[in-house]
């Protein structure tokens, strides 16, 4: 009789003890893998959000230099702020962008869900292990304003890891329960399944945006590592909200500043065209040429702003060519007499591979904005040869220090007639010869051109 209660007893606690292990098993894998994919996803798309703003296009085109490094340091910035494992930017033809400038290791293996995350489709692949024997789970999300690029990320793997220590743990309580006793097995399944059903519940019951707090941390510590999982996700979701919010009253702003800049720039031409036709109804037919001609100007005028406008959509495309610096000189000298000052012209004569063009747009809006502020002379000086380096500095009352740090925003200005397009579109013109345009010094305004692709 002994014997078979005691046989009773052990095989009852052996099933009993195999079966929750089972149920506990089960059920912490699911909800684990569950909550990592759904974590690891959450940060690919706030990755993608939070690289959207930037120029992927020039950056890339451009390669290297101040802007791609700044890209990296958004990378890495992302990186350390999610705790992630990489943070990359893939982009149409097997483009990549990596912290380190290392390829992107699960780039070949994923192609499939990395062309389904550039259709807009953002996917998770499966758990794999690293050349560093760690596992790991990546996730990609597509940029909506830039087609066919997609912000890749990297997440460690190690809470499943966890899970797997857990199993073993509970193995051996298993066959020590069933060594013991059918009760002493009882309680350690009673006292194992206790928070993990308290962590079941808080699971099913939070909703994305809930607070972290909704996660309760308790129990074993492969169980609160699983609840701080988990926790990390309802904060990452929040963030993510947080961002998409604040990304979306930037653009709000920006077009609004771009309507009223619209608004003001057009209005005085149009004042003009609806006087002169007020006229028009009333002058003798000798006088209606002129103002018609008048007429003509002013809308000419306004094709011009509506152009230049149009211009901030569509990304300069440079024609690279060999140019003496005479030509850039005279185009200095004239735009110079143009918006009425006086010029100081170097004497030294390089020859620059660049766009002429796009390098005289720019120096052009530094000419209007020195002529704008008061200045009477604009000073120009060769600087740096290997790249060319010229800096324009003029004589007049210079830049308030409030208005250093906006300088280069588009739609800045402190003028009643000035439209903040001048500085940023004299900026982009020089990015996208491989230069740069940098302001050396706000007093009696001193800005540096620095010109790449020449020879002395």
């Given at each position: 009789?002994?014997?078979?209660?005691?046989?009773?007893?052990?095989?009852?606690?052996?099933?009993?003890?195999?079966?929750?292990?089972?149920?506990?098993?089960?059920?912490?894998?699911?909800?684990?893998?569950?909550?990592?994919?759904?974590?690891?996803?959450?940060?690919?798309?706030?990755?993608?959000?939070?690289?959207?703003?930037?120029?992927?296009?020039?950056?890339?085109?451009?390669?290297?230099?101040?802007?791609?490094?700044?890209?990296?340091?958004?990378?890495?910035?992302?990186?350390?702020?999610?705790?992630?494992?990489?943070?990359?930017?893939?982009?149409?033809?097997?483009?990549?962008v990596t912290v380190e400038g290392r390829p992107w290791i699960p780039q070949e293996a994923d192609a499939a869900l990395i062309a389904s995350a550039a259709t807009g489709e953002p996917a998770s692949g499966p758990l794999?292990?690293?050349?560093?024997?760690?596992?790991?789970?990546?996730?990609?999300?597509?940029?909506?304003?830039?087609?066919?690029?997609?912000?890749?990320?990297?997440?460690?793997g190690a809470p499943l890891e966890a899970a797997e220590r857990m199993e073993a743990v509970l193995a051996g309580v298993s066959a020590l329960v069933m060594l013991l006793a059918a009760a002493v097995g009882a309680m350690l399944a009673a006292t194992a399944l206790r928070p993990l059903r308290r962590l079941e519940r808080d699971l099913g019951s939070v909703e994305p945006g809930d607070d972290p707090d909704a996660v309760g941390l308790a129990g074993p510590a492969e169980v609160r590592l699983v609840a701080a999982a988990a926790r990390s996700l309802l904060q990452a979701v929040r963030d993510r909200d947080v961002a998409l919010r604040l990304a979306h009253d930037r653009e709000v702003r920006q077009v609004s500043a771009l309507a009223a800049a619209v608004a003001h720039e057009v209005r005085n031409p149009l004042n003009a065209v609806g006087l002169a036709m007020d006229r028009l109804e009333r002058v003798p037919v000798t006088e209606a040429g002129a103002l018609r001609a008048r007429v003509r100007v002013q809308l000419d005028e306004i094709e011009g702003i509506v152009e230049r406008f149009m211009d901030l959509a569509r990304p300069p495309e440079p024609h690279v060519a060999a140019v003496r610096s005479t030509r850039l000189w005279q185009d200095l000298a004239v735009d110079a007499e143009a918006v009425g000052v006086e010029i100081q012209l170097p004497d030294e004569q390089l020859t620059l591979t660049t766009d002429p063009s796009l390098v005289r747009q720019a120096t052009r809006n530094l000419l209007r904005n020195a002529a704008e502020a008061g200045a009477r002379t604009v000073r120009v000086e060769v600087v740096g040869r290997s790249p060319v380096v010229i800096e324009l500095s003029d004589d007049g009352p210079g830049i308030s220090p409030q208005q250093v740090d906006a300088l280069f925003d588009w739609f800045a200005t402190t003028r009643a007639q000035g439209s903040g397009l001048g500085l940023p579109s004299a900026r982009r013109a020089l990015r996208a010869v491989g230069g740069e345009l940098e302001l050396v010094s706000p007093a009696g305004a001193r800005f540096r051109l620095i010109l790449e692709g020449v020879r002395p």
């Open positions: 009789m002994w014997l078979a209660v005691w046989l009773a007893t052990v095989g009852s606690s052996g099933l009993a003890v195999l079966g929750s292990w089972q149920l506990t098993s089960e059920t912490f894998e699911v909800s684990l893998e569950g909550s990592l994919h759904t974590q690891v996803q959450a940060q690919a798309a706030m990755a993608a959000a939070s690289l959207d703003p930037v120029p992927l296009e020039s950056v890339v085109a451009v390669g290297g230099g101040r802007s791609m490094n700044q890209l990296r340091d958004d990378l890495r910035q992302i990186r350390d702020i999610g705790g992630l494992h990489e943070v990359a930017l893939l982009g149409p033809a097997g483009a990549a794999y292990q690293g050349a560093d024997g760690e596992i790991y789970l990546a996730a990609y999300a597509p940029l909506p304003h830039h087609p066919g690029w997609v912000a890749a990320v990297e997440s460690s």
